[in-house]
């Protein structure tokens, strides 16, 4: 994949694939993917075993959770389309959350592709949700043919503050970043010196941003 590929690749599975065969992409960044895909069908997991998974995947990837109880909140959301008899898409919406809960690997592929090829199709084409989760890939990992240098003296106390509420603060149950603490951060980042047009432009920008967003990543120093 060239540059030029990446920035319009509109096919998330073949974006995911090329990232882990360069040795490109975390575990984390992965994982954090795939429950954003699953948050974008939030509305189809009616049982509180599908949104458990899904946050429980946004916990271990973050460490806050162990591989235990992952596996065990998935197992949960496995068991509902195991034994439901209702609405595919649905059911399709909890195989996608189970699929993120695998402690040796994290399935964000499989849970994009069943996000993807069923439960979108109750509101949207199956070819726009796969544009729209390649957009979530470039706020995630930004350009990977490309590195942004970040001064550690910029990290002063407000610019971290304000990158952990923009963490912290989301906008549930969507779990987009909201875009005035993202404006603020941005802000604050520049008031300490900051000179990257590649990091203040993507923190204003008005796309859609998630947990695991490049730029918020860098200022917090996590991958």
């Not at 920035?7 to 990232?19: Q, R, S, T, V």
């Not at 993917?33 to 995947?57: K, N, P, Q, S």
């Not at 979108?120 to 729209?132: H, I, K, L, M, N």
């Not at 043919?145 to 550690?152: E, G, L, S």
């Amino acid at each position: 994949m060239t540059e030029a590929e990446w920035n319009c690749c509109a096919d998330p599975e073949k974006m995911l694939n090329w990232l882990r065969d360069s040795g490109t992409v975390s575990d984390r960044k992965v994982r954090l993917f795939g429950t954003a895909c699953c948050r974008r069908i939030w509305r189809l997991l009616r049982d509180e075993y599908g949104t458990m998974a899904v946050e429980a995947a946004e916990r271990y990837a973050d460490g806050q959770l162990g591989p235990d109880q992952l596996a065990q909140a998935s197992f949960r959301a496995y068991e509902v389309f195991d034994t439901a008899d209702e609405d595919p898409f649905e059911l399709r919406a909890y195989l996608a959350a189970e699929a993120l809960g695998d402690p040796s690997q994290p399935c964000a592929t499989d849970a994009a592709k069943c996000a993807a090829s069923y439960a979108a199709q109750v509101t949207r084409t199956e070819r726009e949700e796969e544009r729209a989760q390649a957009n979530l890939l470039r706020d995630i990992l930004g350009n990977p043919f490309r590195d942004v240098t970040f001064d550690p003296t910029w990290r002063t106390p407000i610019v971290l503050s304000r990158a952990k509420l923009v963490y912290d603060e989301r906008r549930l149950p969507a779990g987009t970043l909201v875009p005035a603490l993202l404006a603020a951060l941005a802000d604050a980042l520049q008031g300490a010196g900051c000179d990257k047009s590649e990091i203040l432009t993507h923190l204003r920008s008005p796309a859609r941003h998630v947990r695991g967003c490049w730029a918020v990543d860098l200022i917090l120093d996590r991958n």
